[in-house]
Every structure is written in C-alpha cells, then in structure tokens.
C-alpha cells in the first residue's frame, strides 16, 4: 500500500510541476507579448488627429461678431486656465478613479456587467476618459466588436504617449455639448457668455452633466434635467471630497443666468457682409488658407464699432421701403485711422449676398469734391465766378460735343461762386471747370484720392458718369476729413492663432496727400450743402453738429457722402438691375440715412470743427456776388480764403445811401469759431442753417 500510495504522489507531483511549468511559460509567453505589445505601441506615434476650432472674429470693443465654423464650434482652451471644479466635476462624474487607472478601470467594468446581468439590458456603460477622447478622435460611435477592439488600441496607446493631464485636457476640448458646441469654452460662450476661465461651481456642475445627453440635459432644451444633473453632479464631488456639504448647498441654489437663443440668433446676424468682407481680406490681403480660417481657431481683431453697426443695419431697414426692392449700402470710418466702424451692403443679407459697398455704380455729383479740390489748386477761390446756363462743350479737338444738364434744369442764367456752385450742385459749373484744369489732370487727381481704376479724361467725369465703388468714395472723402492725410481704410487689427501667436498686425497706414489749406477751404464751402438752398438742406434739421458733404445723383443712384473729423460715412441707395429711381422719393433716403446714421453714431461725443491752419484767412463774403460783405448785405456768408487770394472789392449794393462809406465786416476768428459751433446747436426749430 505504501508503494502504491508513493507512485501515485510522485505522479501527481510531477503533473503538478508540469502545470506549473506550463503556467508559468504561458505566463510568461504572454508577458513577453504584452511587454512587445506595450513597447511597439509606445514607439509607434499616435495616429494624427485634427481638433476643429473655431474662428473667432471679435468687434473693436471685444465683442464676438462672429464664430466660423463647419459644424464644429469650438475653441481650444489650456488646462491651467480652468478652474479646479471644472476639472473635479468632470471627474467626479465621468471617471473617478481617472489618475488611478490605465486606461480601463476594470473595477467599474466589473461593476457595470453585474448591474447589466440584473438588469438583461444594457443600464450603464463603464467607458473611462480616455475611451472617450479615442472615440471622439478617431472612431464613431458603432457598437460593433472592431470599434470597441481599436478603442481599446487607441486608448492604450494615448495613456502610453500623453500624461494624465494631456488626456484631460484633450477630452475638455473634444466633447460635445449641443448646438454644436464642442469643448468647454465654447459651451461656457454659448450657455454663459462668459469663458470657461470665470465659470462657478454651479455653472461647471451644470455643464459637467451635459455630454451625457446633450439636447436632453441641455438648460435651454430641458432646464428641470439640466438641474437634475447638476444636482447628482454636485453631491458626488461632496462624496468624493472635492467640495463640503455647504459649498454643494449654496451652488445648488446659486441662480444660473443663461444666454438666450434668441441673443445668439441676434449676435449671430450682425455684421454679415462685413464679416464676408474680414473673410475676403484674410485671405486675399493676408495670405490665410481658407481650410485655417475655417477651422484654425484663429482670433480675428476688427475695427467694427457693433453699436454703428446695429444703428446702420436698423436704419436702412426702416428707411427702405418694404413695396419695393430698392437696395442701400453704408459706410463708415474714422478718418483718423482708417479703421471701417460699420458696414452695411444690402437691405437683407439673406435675400443677397453681394455686399454693394465693393459695386461699382456712378456716383453723380459726389464727385465733384475731388474736382473743386483740384480747381483750388489751380488757383480757384470761393468766389470765382462762372456763368451756369445751357451750354453745349466741344472737346477731343472740336469732334466732339457734351450738353450737360442741371438737375431739373434749373440754372441760374448768370455768374455763380465756387462756394454756389457746391451748395447748388451746379453741373455747368462743375464741366466749365474740368475745361478749364483739363480732364487728364482730373484723372490723376482722382488717382491721387486713391481710386486704382482707369477713368476716361472726358468732361462727363466731372458729373461722375464714370463707375466708381462706395468704399473708393468714402475713402477719398477721408482725405478731406483728416485735414489732407488719408488713412488706408482696415477691417482687421491683429489675427492671432489657437496659441495666441501674432499672425497679422496693422497700424494705421497715413499718408499726406493733400494740401491743408486748400483742404479747410473746400471743407468750409461743403458745410454749406446743408445750408438753405444747399442739395442737402432737407436733412439739417437732423444735425446738431457741424457736418461737411455732397450729394449725388443719376438717374438711377442716389449718394450721400460726408464727414466731420470724427467719422467719414457714406450712403448708396438704388436698385441693383439699373432701374430708374425716383428723384422725389427714394432718392432722397440716402441723406436722410445718413444724416441719421452720422448724428446717433457720435451722439455721445461732442461737435468738433476743423481747425482752421495757418495760411488761411476769413471773409465775410456777399455769396450773390463774390464781394465783400457790409453790414448793410442782407446776406453775409464767412468764406476762407488763402492769404493774399481774398477778395478786396467792398460790396455796395445795399448801401442805405449813396454817400455812405462802405467798411466790410471784419472778421474775429475766435468769436467766429464760437458762433458757428453756437449756430449748429440752436438752429431755429431746426430748420435753417446759419449764413456765416
């Protein structure tokens, strides 16, 4: 028995070491495996993945315009920027065993197929962070066995490259949160409107619980599920010692001021052709890829001022009339900078895209500025006298005639001054003076003003028959707003990327194009547009501050275009298939537009006046004759003239008696300053403007 009993422990014995043996060689083979396994992935870089981020493109005072984007708004945001909370709560209910695990807590996958056995459904999922962030980076969200064994490949493989941290950081940027908001900080914009760096315990609770079912936990969609889970949120960082008992009370009762959708559709439709013009200029002047505008998470810097905006934007859609399909265009930028405060190319951007800012229509008589600059330095004065009657023109050595006509053929049949020939909108005049300073030389001053086209040297020039664009226009009366210097007109500041790197810098680019004296002298003579009898007298009586421009018109445009030296503004109003405008109607809304827009867009600034430079004296002008005034001329108008270029002949038509000595009324500059800033504050009931 004992022998048998032997022989039976020996070969058991040697079962048992042979078992052993195989385990620990299977072991072991399957160590070596997992070891080359775990090394080859380590070597291996981790599969390219781009995160899609949003542009963001800001208004002057930081205001966001807009966000680009393709479905994916979102942008990326530092893990160091984040408040603690944000980060516990996101663990708290995500992952809590995050910083413990390998990728995979086996305990909470063991936990989760118990309580799906109970249940014979599937009740809970077991999925950490980062089987999370290697399905939203590489995969989608199939549940068959090849997604879920290369979801296994890729989070192994982003525990072996990237710290805990990355991981977090990465998912924090990835998730999605509803209304196409992707990451943290472009949820906390979209239900906040704030970043994710100010964002409050009760805040970050709330928007921890969105990923699990954005629309069903979305605030604006279903507040009650959204505090549901901000609740259960709350109460498992208090388990998991994140926050005390009263720091969970008091976020729980802490009031959530949510953005409305309604405000974002608002801020979502300002701007839009302004925002095409950015996109435009991005690529073409800067260089930008299209594929890095769209989802580079640049920051865009704009010159846009949004209170000029929404002003432009409400006055043309109340102006425009609603029967029709007349069409309007505003522009406007500060002369002092060039930087574009408002733009505004239609009357309904969904309607039309095709922003008429950039159109090329012809600009009637708000031409005519640039060409009285040009007769000033050919030696023109206020009052240098032309005869307006119908008149036939010769031109291109006698082979060629032009007869133009005044508006409503209207003429005064004798000897008008420069400063009438302005307020009037005189076209006589107007092509007696192209004659007479040549049209080729006009050519080169509009060149000068900064039009980069080609322009025929014909006398219909100096009536605008020729196309130019509402920016081209705006741009060039700058000129005379800055006292001569003209500034580049800019949309973009500064264009940084995701990183806060500096792509683009602009400075205001000025350059001195124009003489200031004869600058300050033409500026006098176009506030007289708004004078009685001025083209533009229908809309003084909106101005509380003194204002210089020009009216235009063909038969079928309507422009009006001035400045103070604040603000450079410009209005188009017309139809876009060529139609006839009507005069007496439609084609007064350009001044009254802008003289609306220009008097609420510096409503909080006060009326400034151009300094009047040295070199340049005043006159108290007779504006019926061109003489000097005395104080028996029952009109006197103050004109500046060039030292030595004033008239000297004293008026004595109005003399009381014939041997009355006539003595001009002397001019006080400083009182004169005074007065005329006086008189456009307290114009009787609005109505008329002073004749000084």
């Known amino acids: 028995m004992e022998v048998i009993h032997e022989s039976w422990l020996i070969r058991f014995l040697k079962w048992l070491t042979r078992v052993l043996l195989f385990t620990f060689m299977m072991t072991l083979c399957l160590s070596s495996i997992l070891l080359f396994s775990l090394l080859y992935l380590r070597s291996q870089p981790l599969p390219p993945f781009q995160m899609q981020e949003t542009t963001v493109i800001y208004s002057a005072d930081g205001d966001i315009i807009d966000h680009i984007h393709e479905g994916q708004n979102r942008t990326f945001i530092p893990i160091e920027e984040l408040p603690p909370y944000l980060l516990q709560a996101f663990i708290a209910v995500e992952d809590q065993r995050f910083y413990q695990h390998f ?50 490949l890729y989070t192994i493989q982003l525990e072996l490259h990237l710290s805990k941290t990355d991981i977090l950081e990465h998912y924090l940027n990835q998730i999605y949160f509803g209304h196409s908001a992707y990451g943290v900080e472009a949820a906390a914009n979209l239900y906040f409107g704030k970043s ?32 549901s889970r901000q609740e259960l949120i709350l109460h498992l960082m208090e388990e998991q010692g994140y926050i005390t008992a009263a720091e969970r009370e008091e976020a729980l009762a802490a009031p959530l001021t949510l953005i409305s959708p309604e405000k974002h559709r608002q801020d979502a439709n300002l701007a839009p052709y302004f925002r095409d013009f950015v996109r435009q200029q991005t690529l073409e002047r800067y260089g930008i890829t299209e594929d890095v505008f769209d989802h580079g998470g640049l920051r865009i810097y704009t010159t846009l001022d949004a209170d000029m905006q929404r002003l432009a934007e409400n006055l043309l859609e109340r102006h425009l009339p609603a029967d029709r399909p007349l069409q309007g265009a505003l522009l406007a930028i500060d002369p002092r900078t060039g930087y574009i405060k408002a733009m505004v190319g239609g009357r309904n951007y969904g309607q039309s895209q095709f922003n008429r800012v950039l159109a090329e229509r012809q600009p009637g008589s708000s031409i005519k500025p640039f060409l009285y600059y040009m007769a000033l330095e050919h030696g023109f004065t206020p009052v240098t006298l032309m005869k307006s009657e119908p008149t036939t023109f010769t031109y291109d050595n006698g082979r060629a005639t032009y007869t133009p006509r005044n508006f409503n053929d209207r003429y005064a049949n004798d000897y008008i001054t420069l400063e009438q020939a302005i307020a009037r909108s005189d076209n006589i005049y107007a092509v007696k003076t192209i004659m007479h ?56 500041t500064r264009i940084e990327d995701r990183n806060g790197n500096v792509l683009v810098e602009e400075h205001p680019r000025l350059e001195s194009i124009l003489e200031p004296n004869n600058t300050f002298i033409l500026n006098r003579m176009l506030e007289h547009v708004f004078a009685e009898g001025g083209t533009a007298y229908r809309v003084a009586s909106v101005l509380n501050r003194p204002a210089a421009g020009k009216t235009g018109s063909t038969d079928t445009d309507a422009w009006m275009i001035g400045f103070t030296p604040q603000l450079a503004a410009g209005v188009w109003v017309g139809y876009d ?51 000097l005034a005395t104080e028996h001329c029952p009109v006197k108008r103050l004109l500046y003239f060039k030292k030595g270029t004033e008239p000297v002949e004293i008026c004595t038509e109005h003399l009381p008696h014939e041997d009355t000595v006539p003595e001009a009324v002397q001019v006080d500059e400083a009182a004169s300053f005074w007065q005329h800033l006086k008189q456009w504050w307290t114009k009787p009931n609005g109505h008329e403007l002073p004749q000084s």
């Open 103 to 152: 990728g995979f807590d086996l305990k909470r996958i063991a936990g989760a197929i118990v309580a799906n056995i109970r249940n014979r459904s599937y009740v809970e999922g077991a999925s950490t962070i980062t089987q999370q962030l290697a399905r939203n980076l590489y995969l989608d969200h199939s549940k068959t066995w090849e997604r879920k064994l290369k979801e296994a």
């Open 196 to 227: 994710a760096r100010e964002l409050t315990l009760a805040e970050s609770a709330l928007l921890a619980g969105i990923p699990k079912g954005p629309r069903y936990y979305s605030p604006l969609l279903n507040y009650a599920n959204a505090k």
């Open 437 to 492: 300073v040549g049209e080729e030389n006009f050519v080169h001053t509009l060149h000068q003003f900064g039009f980069e086209r080609t322009f025929q040297p014909l006398p219909s020039l100096a009536l605008g028959a020729q196309n130019v664009t509402l920016l081209e226009m705006v741009k060039g009366y700058s000129a005379f707003a800055n006292q001569g210097v003209q500034a580049e007109p800019l949309a973009i």
């Open 577 to 627: 298939q060529n139609r006839l405008i009507n005069h007496n109607n439609d084609g007064r809304l350009a001044a009254t537009i802008w003289a609306h827009f220009l008097e609420g867009a510096l409503a909080g600034q006060p009326p400034a006046l151009f300094p009047v430079p040295d070199g340049v004296v005043g006159a108290y002008i007779n504006p019926e004759n061109g003489l």
